[in-house]
């Protein structure tokens, strides 16, 4: 739903009941407006984040204002770091602003005879990340097929890898206001060695450029800052950061306000 402009996200958790999600406002709604349409879904908490522009005083302010009538959570759901790869520039540019490694592992995908190729179904890229992902991985693409149902054919398209027709590997990219996003990739073991990750996201960069996008956003890093908090991500972490791009930090915040 929406309210004064700003998207509201309301969603019943087992157990825990209705949570609301306000990320990254381009405004805060007013408050005497949102407790009463948060009272009327029977919300039990709310999780409120900023964006980069958010006046942090202004931002706690309203946490602690919002806290008076609801919990409020304010550590992040949403990824604190990411990097941003500048596509306007020349097709070459960026290829020489990856690091050496990765233009190697393009090079070594081309001569292992990796191929990719622009999908227009979400199947097969459900399939290769659920696979990669191991026992659990139905649970990293719950979902994923309704937002794909959303956003294509416009805002959104698949890059599969293959090797000898054999699927190995591919990248869901979605795309809004001349941003590409980076939104979930996955190889098999075969794809790993034969360098189809590198070689996807290079292809992926050169699409999303041939769209007019001027950012390409890999959609979240680890953040220093909170060193606790996606430890996992590191190398993952490690492989963006080979594609020559920049950091981009949003604000962290932690409140322990809660509902008196």
């Known amino acids: ?39 009327k879904y029977h919300v039990k908490k709310i999780i409120v984040e900023p964006t980069k522009e958010t006046d942090p005083h202004e931002f706690q302010t309203y946490c602690v204002s919002v806290s008076k009538f609801i919990s409020i959570h304010t550590e992040p759901f949403l990824p604190t770091k990411t990097i941003f790869v500048d596509i306007t520039r020349p097709e070459e540019d960026i290829f020489q602003h990856m690091t050496e490694a990765k233009r190697r592992a393009v090079r070594k995908a081309i001569k292992n005879s990796v191929v990719i190729k622009e999908s227009h179904s979400i199947h097969d890229m459900l399939a290769i990340k659920n696979t990669s992902a191991g026992l659990f991985g139905s649970i990293t693409t719950y979902g994923i097929d309704k937002l794909w149902n959303i956003f294509y054919p416009e805002h959104a398209t698949t890059l599969l890898a293959y090797h000898n027709t054999k699927l190995i590997g591919g990248i869901l990219l979605l795309f809004y206001d001349g941003i590409a996003y980076y939104w979930i990739a996955g190889a098999s073991k075969k794809g790993k060695k034969l360098f189809a990750p590198t070689l996807l996201v290079w292809e992926a960069l050169k699409l999303s450029k041939k769209r007019n996008t001027k950012r390409f956003d890999f959609v979240g890093v680890f953040d220093e800052r909170a060193p606790k908090q996606f430890s996992s991500w590191k190398g993952f972490t490690k492989f963006k950061e080979g594609f020559g791009g920049y950091n981009a930090y949003y604000p962290t915040y932690k409140s322990n306000t809660s509902a008196s």
């Open 1 to 39: 739903m929406s309210l004064d402009g700003v998207n509201i996200f309301i969603k019943k958790i087992p157990l825990l009941g209705f949570i609301a999600k306000i990320q990254r406002p381009h405004i805060l709604p007013y408050i005497p407006k949102l407790i009463p349409v948060l009272r």
